[in-house]
């Protein structure tokens, strides 16, 4: 009974010195994404025009490595989404979606950067329905974490515009 | 096997004894074996008299000089014992000896309550809460009813569904046993809850650890048995109806229950309903990742549900025989926290969801359990026969706006207005069957020999593919051994040999995805293929070894067992968005059974009026399946979510749990508990973090005042519990650091005696000081949803009738 206990004590003793001895430090911070400076575009309540392109640009960092980021723009004609913008924007009258634009794409981040300028052209294809749309942008790090963003934007045909 | 009991009817005996002469009158219960029953509560002449034996079993109530006594006795596992009487003379005993209830699943043994019996028969460490409990500590659903176990935590999705957690083990981990038969719904899913009626439930055991040998797969980190309505005593005919009231969601809810026994047949009936709205937390807003979302009157917006329960169960009891029929059907439907469901968190019409807090809107689910049982149990000298069959069907279905995503079509096709808010669907027919060989060979050894077979078929509809259909077979059969080695200690050994089949089905979307020819053919559209056909065939070898050691006041257990886990389909060939988690979803054909080692120990010491109880356990995975978020991020159909994939990785896992009773004062107990687990995973991509749903380390001081009954009031309690919880920083992505937190709860009630029947009344205010806390291992912890606010739990149980007939 005695030999159990001591081993038992010693088991119990060397788990809590495993434990205690936190071997190397894990990566526990999210990525973070700045969208808000003079540089980046859009910016909540921006507006982008049919048939023409844009160039999406953001500051992405992180403590240990970026992973990728994704960029997807849907319509939000139901207003049922919403930005993380505490401010809101004005927006049209609700509608049902005909022929929304919808992008979808991952962009990769090369390896072992901490901090990325990121710059992406995207093409607004002409005849798409205007109006609201919602822009998001997931930014993930190498060890899984993952930061979201999302603002409004407004597609606009310029050339209906009254100008 | 143990040792099997041999009687089945109640018996009453008289015996003299040289006992003192007294005005009172004088009784003993006893078990089966003639070993004293301590607590058990004796009731004269429909509730004139309560009393409640002592550590001897003796009891004595005052002798009101009638000419006929009519005494019931009542103690958890045995059988209600109700009987009129003549008064004895002065000066004789009552010897009252108690049958144990029919438990098909559970052996026997010679000790004098359930819990030291259960104990004994365990070499894992194993937790019991009873109808007390469960109705002293009556949460929303079974496993927050069944919460404030050391090591036990409940997963709770909403004020209305949870399932269990077991040392952090959970989901496909768990294997739940109803009536002898694996319950068996969509446990893989994050937002499924137990489809059980907690009110139905008579007793629940808890084994914290693997228990493949005799459950097979999924029993890896525990099992939870749970026994339904117990056997009528004979020639009664009764019924209670329990009414329920909570605060913070407005629940209102009750359970009418009639059960009646001539001789040998017998049948039970409930009908149970209840009705809650949307939660209430003390916060006025929540943060789900980045987006605010305002609440109204800290309403978790569109978190109200409903739920229906009925069950009937007929049957023979006579010596040598049981046999019991049940169905039962569970019915629910709950709203999902409607801006945390879909690809992003939402903003929704507050005013049409803030209208009312009662109706249940989109996202929601609806879930629909049918069970049929059939129970046999059959003994003849050292032989003992169990056998259950079992069917469930388990329909469940996810209902909300549709969303497009990926190359879905933006307006959904048709005009069918069902299928268009069909989000996922999934129905199961389950059939098992268990068979059980106990008996005596020689004088050491109790053996039995057991098969279990288990089919299940699973149908998947809706418009959101996450699982493809799938059939899965199983067949075990096992051999297991208790080897007596003196009175006192017993070693334990049991071998098994599973082989399971998992088949799923090809699936392809319903909606055309335009696909660049690799040759240069242009662009086609084509109905891309989800999931691929798979047929993959698992084996396993089980074993564990244990060693059970009862003393007078110490006892000590130890086992090493190993468990194991067929892969889920969900696991295998999973390729979807999870809508409540905003990340994409894809299974590994390539994972192999999951496997188990572990190691237990328990140590308890017990004394009148003191106790310590330390459950140390080591668990180590060479492959653990784990859900790995990636870097990655689907562009196609997982609409830019991120892609997190099945792998398998060595985990590390161990803690244990303390226990310490002691009685400060005449009538107050107090109870001392406390948890921890440590996690690590040895390899793969997270190495060095711990496994997702890791507990934090938490105490539990429970006071508990009972002072003696006076005139109608009978057996009054009040008391408290404090609940610490410490911080979790050992997390792994996409989890967050949850604080510590602090609740204190009050629970106070009593039985009132009067016009011959005896009514239970209790009130409980769960989280008193309405502290606004996360919960790790909460369903809405990641989308950073706070618990449920102070909540008065009001309950009180009506007896229909208290007459013999």
Redesign the interface.
């Known amino acids: 009974m005695i030999m159990k206990k001591t081993i038992i004590f010693t088991a119990i003793l060397a788990m809590a010195l495993y434990v205690s001895c936190d071997k190397e430090e894990r990566d526990t911070e999210l990525p973070e994404i700045f969208m808000g400076g003079e540089e980046h575009f859009p910016h909540n309540c921006d507006t982008i025009y049919l048939g023409e392109s844009f160039t999406f640009r953001a500051l992405f960092t992180d403590n240990f490595e970026l992973g990728s980021y994704s960029i997807d723009i849907h319509h939000n004609f139901d207003h049922h989404s919403h930005s993380t913008d505490v401010a809101e924007c004005p927006m049209d009258a609700g509608k049902a979606a005909d022929d929304p634009f919808l992008f979808i794409r991952q962009f990769e981040i090369p390896a072992g950067l901490r901090e990325y300028n990121a710059s992406q052209v995207i093409e607004v294809p002409e005849g798409v329905d205007t109006g609201d749309y919602h822009l998001m942008v997931r930014l993930t790090d190498r060890t899984g974490w993952q930061a979201i963003r999302g603002i409004s934007i407004k597609i606009i045909d310029a050339e209906s515009q009254p100008d | 096997m143990k040792k099997a009991f041999c009687l089945l009817l109640v018996i009453l005996v008289f015996a003299n004894s040289g006992a003192q002469v007294n005005i009172a009158i004088e009784g003993r219960v006893v078990n089966e074996n003639n070993s004293p029953l301590a607590g058990a509560t004796v009731a004269v002449n429909n509730g004139k008299h309560f009393t409640v034996t002592d550590s001897e079993g003796y009891f004595r109530i005052p002798d009101d000089r009638s000419d006929s006594l009519k005494i019931t006795v009542s103690f958890v596992g045995y059988e209600k014992y109700a009987r009129l009487t003549e008064t004895p003379e002065k000066g004789s005993l009552i010897l009252i000896s108690l049958t144990p209830e029919m438990q098909l699943l559970d052996e026997v043994s010679v000790v004098s309550d359930l819990a030291a019996r259960i104990k004994r028969q365990e070499t894992v460490s194993t937790e019991i809460a009873d109808r007390n409990h469960i109705s002293m500590h009556r949460g929303g659903s079974l496993m927050s009813s069944v919460n404030g176990i050391p090591g036990v935590s409940a997963i709770e999705i909403g004020s209305g569904h949870s399932k269990p957690l077991i040392r952090g083990l959970g989901f496909n981990r768990v294997v739940v046993v109803e009536n002898g038969i694996r319950h068996e719904g969509q446990q893989w899913g994050a937002d499924h809850g137990l489809e059980i009626d907690q009110y139905a439930v008579d007793r629940v055991e808890i084994v914290k650890g693997p228990a493949s040998v005799m459950y097979g797969s999924d029993a890896i980190g525990g099992v939870m048995r749970i026994y339904q309505d117990a056997v009528p005593a004979a020639n009664t005919l009764s019924g209670n109806i329990e009414l329920s009231g909570r605060s913070n969601n407005n629940l209102i809810g009750g359970s009418a229950f009639l059960s009646g026994r001539r001789n040998q047949l017998f049948f039970t009936s409930r009908f149970t309903l209840l009705d809650y709205a949307d939660y209430k937390i003390p916060a006025d807003s929540v943060e789900i990742?980045?987006?605010?979302v305002p609440l109204n009157d800290g309403r978790l917006r569109n978190t109200a549900g409903n739920e229906t329960g009925i069950h009937a169960s007929a049957g023979i009891i006579k010596p040598g025989l049981v046999a019991r029929l049940s169905a039962s059907h569970i019915n629910s439907a709950s709203g999902f926290f409607a801006n945390a469901h879909g690809l992003?968190?939402?903003?929704?019409?507050t005013e049409l969801y803030d209208y009312s807090d009662r109706d249940i809107m989109f996202p929601s689910q609806e879930v629909s359990h049918l069970k049929l049982t059939g129970q046999v149990r059959y003994e003849k000298g050292i032989y003992r026969f169990e056998s259950e069959a079992g069917f469930q069907n388990n329909f469940r279905q996810e209902k909300n706006n549709y969303v497009n995503?990926?190359y879905m079509p933006?307006?959904f096709p048709g005009d069918n207005g069902s299928l268009q808010h069909l989000e996922r669907e999934f129905n199961k027919n389950i059939f098992s069957l268990n068979i059980r060989n106990f008996f005596e060979a020689g004088r050491r050894h109790s053996l039995s020999l057991g098969i279990n077979s288990e089919y299940q078929d699973n149908q998947t509809g809706g418009y959101a593919f996450i699982i493809p259909d799938f059939r899965l077979l199983s067949t075990g059969i096992y051999l297991y051994d208790r080897i007596s080695l003196g009175s006192r200690t017993n070693l334990h050994a049991g071998i098994r040999y599973d082989r399971g089949r998992v088949q799923t089905e090809e699936s392809a979307d319903w909606f055309p995805t335009p696909v660049e020819d690799p040759d240069g053919g242009g662009i086609e559209d084509v109905f891309l293929t989800r999931a691929q056909a798979i047929d993959r065939t698992f084996n396993s070898l089980s074993m564990s070894v244990g060693l059970n050691y009862t003393g007078e006041l110490f006892s000590l257990r130890a086992n090493i067992g190993k468990g194991f886990r067929m892969p889920t389909p969900k696991e295998l060939a999973a390729n979807g968005v999870n809508y409540h988690y905003?990340r994409y979803e894809k299974g590994n054909n390539a994972l192999q059974a999951e496997e188990s080692w572990q190691a237990d120990?328990n140590f308890e010491y017990n004394r009148p009026q003191f106790g310590v109880e330390l459950s140390?356990f080591?668990n180590y995975f060479p492959g653990y399946i784990y859900l790995?978020?990636?870097?990655?991020?689907?562009?196609?159909y997982g609409?830019?979510?991120?892609v997190f994939e099945y792998t398998q990785n060595q985990v590390m896992r161990?803690g244990g749990e303390a226990r310490v009773r002691f009685d400060p004062a005449r009538n107050v107990s107090a109870v001392l508990t406390g948890d921890y687990v440590?996690s690590e995973q040895l390899s793969g991509?997270?190495k060095?973090?711990t496994i997702p749903f890791s507990p934090p380390a938490s105490l539990r001081f429970s006071m508990l005042f009972s002072p003696k009954g006076r005139g109608t009031l009978q057996e009054p309690f009040a008391g408290f519990d404090i609940e610490y919880a410490g911080k979790q920083?050992r997390?792994v992505?996409?989890e967050k650091?949850t604080a510590a937190y602090e609740l204190v709860h009050l629970v106070a009630g009593t039985k009132v005696a009067g016009n011959n029947r005896q009514f239970e009344i209790s009130l409980r205010v769960h989280n008193l000081l309405n502290r606004r806390y996360l919960n790790h291992v909460s369903y809405y912890r990641l989308i950073n949803a706070p618990e449920a606010g102070r909540n008065f739990i009001f309950s009180l149980k009506v007896p229909l009738t208290g007459n013999n007939k």
């Open positions: 990742y980045s987006f605010h992003e968190p939402r903003m929704v019409d995503h990926g933006a307006v905003f120990l140390p080591f790995d978020p990636s870097y990655r991020m689907d562009y196609m609409a830019g979510n991120q161990f440590y991509n997270k060095g973090f920083t997390i992505p996409p650091e």
